[in-house]
């Protein structure tokens, strides 16, 4: 596609529910990122994928928080059993691992989560 | 591990003049890349302007520039002759090279608003 696609771009849950919410990076983007933005706050980093394999779950705040890249494209970030404190904007963004030294990311518009 | 502050949460400006924002990180790291990136009320990043460590000269795209002092470990974006579209929130971002994994540490934001 012609950039970066999430949905749903609002989801609100109650305490407990299950979500999931889906990147779809542009065509051809080896690296996938997953960013969790507090309200006024910047994004922090969660998990990075080059193709389909993790390779760094480091910023994943709890074992709640599972995400995938099956088949290396499409991405799905899964989060269990939610809480209050999981209220955020989800921000997707993925780049030609080949142009690592300039560093730029493009960012899909984010999935609100608002949990009840 | 790498910590970026921005230490001016708003900021207003008349159209057309000119506004700087501020920007310090701190790092062990000699070679990295620092960024702006812009994001409006639709929510989706956008790269603003990039300056790696390693070059001296300051990095400029049409009327955005920064203000680099590596030993200061600072980091400010002037934008010039303001423009409404300019109205959003700022971050500054910081990232060590690794290939494929360009993950970036962001600050807090400053809200910028240009007043008609």
């Known amino acids: 596609g012609a950039g970066v696609s999430q949905s749903p771009r609002y989801k609100v849950a109650k305490r407990g529910q299950d979500v999931a919410l889906r990147c779809d990076p542009i065509s051809g983007h080896v690296s996938l990122f997953w960013y969790q933005q507090a309200l006024g706050q910047g994004p922090e980093f969660l998990t990075y994928f080059q193709n389909e394999a993790q390779l760094d779950k480091s910023g994943l705040p709890s074992d709640r928080f599972f995400a995938e890249r099956p088949e290396g494209s499409v991405s799905t970030l899964k989060i269990q059993r939610t809480q209050q404190e999981d209220s955020a904007v989800y921000l997707c963004?993925?780049?030609?691992?080949?142009?690592?030294?300039?560093?730029?990311?493009?960012f899909g518009e984010g999935s609100r989560l608002t949990v009840l | 591990a790498q910590t970026v502050t921005q230490s001016q949460p708003e900021m207003s400006v008349q159209e057309a003049e000119t506004v700087t924002l501020s920007c310090t990180y701190d790092t062990s790291e000699s070679n990295y890349y620092l960024f702006w990136y812009k994001q409006p009320p639709s929510r989706q990043m956008i790269l603003v302007i990039r300056?790696?460590?390693?070059?001296?000269q300051n990095a400029t795209e049409n009327r955005f520039s920064v203000n680099f002092q590596k030993a200061a470990k600072s980091f400010s974006l002037k934008i010039s002759d303001s423009q409404l579209g300019d109205t959003a929130m700022y971050f500054c971002?910081?990232?060590?090279?690794?290939?494929?994994?360009?993950?970036?540490?962001f600050g807090t934001g400053t809200r910028l608003t240009i007043i008609p």
């Open positions: 963004a993925s780049s030609l691992v080949r142009q690592s030294n300039t560093g730029e990311l493009f």
């Open positions: 300056q790696e460590a390693y070059k001296q």
């Open positions: 971002a910081f990232m060590f090279p690794n290939f494929g994994n360009e993950k970036l540490t």
